[in-house]
T-cell receptor, first 111, second 117 residues
Framework: KNEVEQSPQNLTAQEGEFITINCSYS?????LHWLQQHPGGGIVSLFM???GKKKHGRLIATINIQEKHSSLHITASHPRDSAVYIC?????????????FGTGTRLQVFP | EAGVAQSPRYKIIEKRQSVAFWCNPI?????LYWYQQILGQGPKLLIQ????????DSQLPKDRFSAERLKGVDSTLKIQPAKLEDSAVYLC???????????????FGEGSRLTVL
């Protein structure tokens, strides 16, 4: 079993829909990151969470440390949101942090 | 994303040739990761540095891959000799902030796309 699980693996939406991507993890973490990767593109960090909730434009990320669960929400989705969204957790070990990636969620938003 | 520069962006070589990739973060990025991302898959960790020391290279194919981070800033990843299955994007990422702490920010380079023919 992967230490970081994401669901769904693939997601298709119509423009304007509200989208939720979930991430569950089984290890102790110091922080969780939501990342975005467009086809053929590099990876961009969207959020870093260690507690609570963060909002940036149409994107909202929440984390529940007790339940080891985080969600990424996209309100009023747009075709330009089409990308792979990756949840990555930082697991502290000795003097550094291991970075463990989820399997990613491929989102396609159609006009 | 400002903060990590990678070069070259693209490289095409024949099998058994060698190749080197560079990662140039802004000074102060203590933790540096090299990942291999094969098309359609998630990133796979190759090696992790804390300053100029290696903290995890368990998944680095050491018979052909090598990496170093002199002076704890820039890093190079080398493949010699390359195989067809090494075709992938090689990503460099850095973590700014205290290890084990709740803060910190991740930076990713644009990646270096390698094609081995």
């Amino acid at each position: 079993k992967n230490e970081v699980e994401q669901s769904p693996q693939n997601l298709t939406a119509q423009e304007g829909e509200f989208i939720t991507i979930n991430c569950s993890y089984s290890v102790g973490i110091s922080a969780l990151h939501w990342l975005q990767q467009h086809p053929g593109g590099g990876i961009v960090s969207l959020f870093m969470l260690s507690s609570g909730k963060k909002k940036h434009g149409r994107l909202i990320a929440t984390i529940n440390i007790q339940e080891k669960h985080s969600s990424l929400h996209i309100t009023a989705s747009h075709p330009r949101d089409s990308a792979v969204y990756i949840c990555a957790v930082r697991r502290p070990t000795y003097n550094t942090d291991k970075l463990i990636f989820g399997t990613g969620t491929r989102l396609q938003v159609f006009p | 994303e400002a903060g990590v520069a990678q070069s070259p962006r693209y490289k095409i070589i024949e099998k058994r040739q060698s190749v080197a990739f560079w990662c140039n973060p802004i000074s102060g990025h203590a933790t540096l990761y090299w990942y291999q991302q094969i098309l359609g898959q998630g990133p796979k960790l190759l090696i992790q540095f804390q300053n100029n020391g290696v903290v995890d290279d368990s998944q680095l194919p050491k018979d052909r891959f090598s990496a170093e981070r002199l002076k704890g800033v820039d890093s190079t990843l080398k493949i010699q000799p390359a195989k067809l299955e090494d075709s992938a994007v090689y990503l460099c990422a850095t973590l700014v902030g205290l290890a084990g702490g709740p803060g910190g920010e991740l930076f990713f380079g644009e990646g270096s796309r390698l094609t081995v023919l």
